[in-house]
Structure formats: structure tokens, C-alpha cells
Nanobody, 126 residues
Framework: VQLQACGGGLVRPGDSLRLSCAAS????????MAWFRQAPGKEREFVAA???????????YYANFVQGRFTISRDNAKNTLYLQMNSLRPEDTAVHYC?????????????????WGQGTQVTVSS
């Protein structure tokens, strides 16, 4: 499995961004997928995750700091994971990484994911 993240950039507080993560390989639709981020001088932290819950349904999970501002989703036809980020704040500035667990699990810990994308920089500044 290879993951390619993109969509980061420099935006102002209150703006929106949509991150994308293109995945290669099989079983994308049943894989557990997540976004993590790492700010300078800080540890990597969980942002959001999506887990297949059967049929055409997914279950989503978010870090407390998201507070309804972000939405994780995926397009199985395109093998792409998304993170729609609204109402961005300066403290959201970080390199954002997508991650995948082909076994379909959910974890808010990075060690729960086997594959990682290269990261995309999000900078929120006025």
C-alpha cells in the first residue's frame, strides 16, 4: 500500500482546506484510515479516523480539538481519503499525514497503522 497526501497550503485563520490522500493497493474500502498531524517541536497527534462498519457504511472518529470543524471521508471508487478542514486556526499549523491499517482497525495511536503517506504542510497564519 502506498499513500500520497496532498492539499496542504498557507491559509488565513477561518479559511478552509481539503486534504487528499490517494491510496494504491487493494482493500482500500475496508481499511482503517486516519489523519495525524505533527507541529514543530510537538509529538504527532491523532486528528481523525474512518473505519468500515459493514456494507456501505463507515464510522468516523475525531480528536477533541476538532470540535466539529473537520470531516473525514473517503471515495472508494477513487481510492482516496479526504480531510475537509473548516474554521482553521493558527494552532492547526502542522504537517498532516494520512495512515492506513489494511486489517480495518481503528486506533488513535500511530502504531495502530501500518502504512503512512509523506505528509502535507498546513500553515494557518494571518
Amino acid at each position: 500500500v502506498q499513500l500520497q497526501a496532498c492539499g496542504g497550503g498557507l491559509v488565513r485563520p477561518g479559511d478552509s482546506l481539503r486534504l487528499s490522500c490517494a491510496a494504491s493497493g487493494r482493500s482500500f474500502s475496508t481499511s482503517g484510515m486516519a489523519w495525524f498531524r505533527q507541529a514543530p517541536g510537538k509529538e504527532r497527534e491523532f486528528v481523525a479516523a474512518i473505519k468500515w462498519s459493514g456494507g456501505n457504511s463507515d464510522r468516523t472518529y475525531y480528536a477533541n480539538f476538532v470540535q466539529g470543524r473537520f470531516t473525514i471521508s473517503r471515495d472508494n471508487a477513487k481510492n482516496t481519503l479526504y480531510l475537509q478542514m473548516n474554521s482553521l486556526r493558527p494552532e492547526d499549523t502542522a504537517v498532516h499525514y494520512c495512515a492506513a491499517d489494511p486489517s480495518g482497525g481503528y486506533s488513535y495511536i500511530g502504531e495502530g497503522y501500518t502504512y503512512w503517506g509523506q505528509g502535507t504542510q498546513v500553515t494557518v497564519s494571518s
